[in-house]
């Protein structure tokens, strides 16, 4: 829990500045294309409405140290659309084999992000990946259900929190 300053008012850091405009612009870019006209009084209601959307929305998501790369997002897309193939074909077969060669359990992962939107994200993301689903938290740890405890499962998923990591840094913003 952070500590609120006299008054009930954070003051606005620079490192925020770029985050409340982004989402500004956002909410008023999605006013613009609910509305079905462009009138003077549509717009000023519209940037009434984006500041107080703001609002909320910093209150309900503050914004976290750090920054997104895009660049290695971008790269982590192709892999995880890969991997989501591969893990696919691998359920197909095992649903197919008569013999089912399955060892269902649950394997604890631990993980490097804190409780909070980065854990989260990456929680959804190895979600889509067929075999293994998030089945709860314990202690800086996630707890998968998967089909086949055999597998590498827990290694699978440190390599897929390093491609993740790549694109998510906290801190200062340097690399």
């Known amino acids: 829990m952070r500590p609120v300053p006299d008054k009930g008012k954070e003051p606005v ?9 982004e989402r500004g612009l956002l909410f008023f870019l999605v006013w613009l294309v609910l509305m079905p ?6 717009l000023v209601v519209g940037v009434i409405a ?21 660049g290695a997002l971008l790269a982590f897309v192709p892999h995880f659309m890969w991997q989501s193939v591969l893990a696919g074909v691998d359920v197909a077969r095992r649903a197919f084999d008569p013999r089912l060669p399955l060892r269902p359990g649950f394997v604890v992962c631990r993980v490097g992000f804190p409780p909070g939107p980065a854990r ?23 707890i998968y259900h998967a089909l086949d405890t055999r597998q590498p499962v827990a290694e699978q998923l440190a390599e897929e929190e390093k491609r993740l990591t790549a694109a998510l840094i906290g801190g200062d913003g340097h690399d």
């Not at 850091?13 to 405009?21: A, E, N």
């Open 120 to 142: 989260n994200e990456f929680a959804v993301i190895t979600s889509l990946l067929p075999g293994s689903v998030p089945a709860g938290d314990v202690e800086g740890a996630i």
């Open 50 to 70: 984006a500041v107080l959307a703001t609002w909320t929305s910093l209150r309900l998501l503050p914004p976290e140290a750090g920054y997104l790369r895009f």
């Open 37 to 42: 006209s462009v009138k003077l009084a549509d």
């Open 13 to 21: 850091s620079h490192s925020r500045v770029p985050t409340i405009l």
